[in-house]
């Protein structure tokens, strides 16, 4: 399967842990994204990569949530001291890095905060 | 701040009924639109994609959208619904390298 995987699918955690989620993108692409979706909204956006420089960071992202791409393939999104309002589906997507936009999705991360 | 609105939160129609779901947009920047669609159980994949040229776009599966500039629109339309196009559909704008999302339309087809 060449499209973009994250692992884990699901992730029930208590609040006050820290949490990772890993993204593999396409291969080819420069282009990383994080966003972040709660039921019955849209994806908002959380971050993104051209390759390991991380470009722009929503307002979204409070100080416990930091992202990385080392080595500009894989990211992990991690999450410290989660809350009940962090509780929500994590998208990835990647992007071939031209300007029309088009991002490639992975199935998600399902996050429960208890 | 860059927005999407989408008119329908639920629309549910029978099989062959049109479709017809309203998005508009925020004014500014570079207007690069698509219509993402979630099949249950599946990613988000790709509709279609507006970026210039002829308003009236075609996509996968039957469906297209008119770009209108002078009202902010981008529709999203189907002559004949299927059964199989039982999904949520996001209307999208880029915007600097990341896509703003509208809050998504569920479209339930019933049989």
């Known amino acids: 399967d060449t499209g973009v995987s994250q692992n884990p699918r699901h992730k029930i955690t208590k609040r006050g842990q820290n949490v990772t989620f890993r993204c593999d993108p396409i291969s080819e692409h420069n282009r990383l994204y994080w966003y972040r979706q709660t039921l019955g909204q849209g994806p908002e956006f959380l971050t993104y990569f051209q390759n390991e420089a991380q470009l722009e960071k929503s307002r979204l992202l409070s100080d416990r949530f930091s992202a990385e791409r080392p080595k500009g393939s894989f990211s992990t999104l991690e999450i410290q001291r989660t809350e009940q309002g962090d509780s929500a589906m994590y998208l990835c997507?990647?992007?071939?890095?031209?300007?029309?936009?088009?991002?490639?999705f992975g199935p998600g991360t399902r996050l429960t905060v208890l | 701040a860059q927005s999407v609105s989408q008119h329908n939160h639920h629309v549910i129609l029978s099989e062959a009924a049109s479709l017809e779901l309203g998005c508009n947009y925020s004014?500014?920047?570079?207007?690069?639109l698509f219509w993402y669609v979630q099949y249950p159980g599946q990613h988000l994949q790709l509709l279609l994609k507006y970026f210039s040229g002829d308003p009236l776009v075609k996509g996968i599966k039957g469906f297209e959208a008119e770009f209108i500039k002078s009202k902010f629109s981008f529709n999203l339309r189907k002559p004949s619904v299927q059964w199989s196009d039982t999904a949520e559909y996001f209307c999208v704008k880029w915007n600097t390298g990341k896509l703003i999302f509208g809050q998504g339309t569920t479209l339930q087809v019933k049989p």
């Open positions: 004014y500014g920047g570079t207007v690069n």
């Open positions: 997507a990647s992007s071939g890095g031209t300007s029309d936009g088009e991002q490639f």
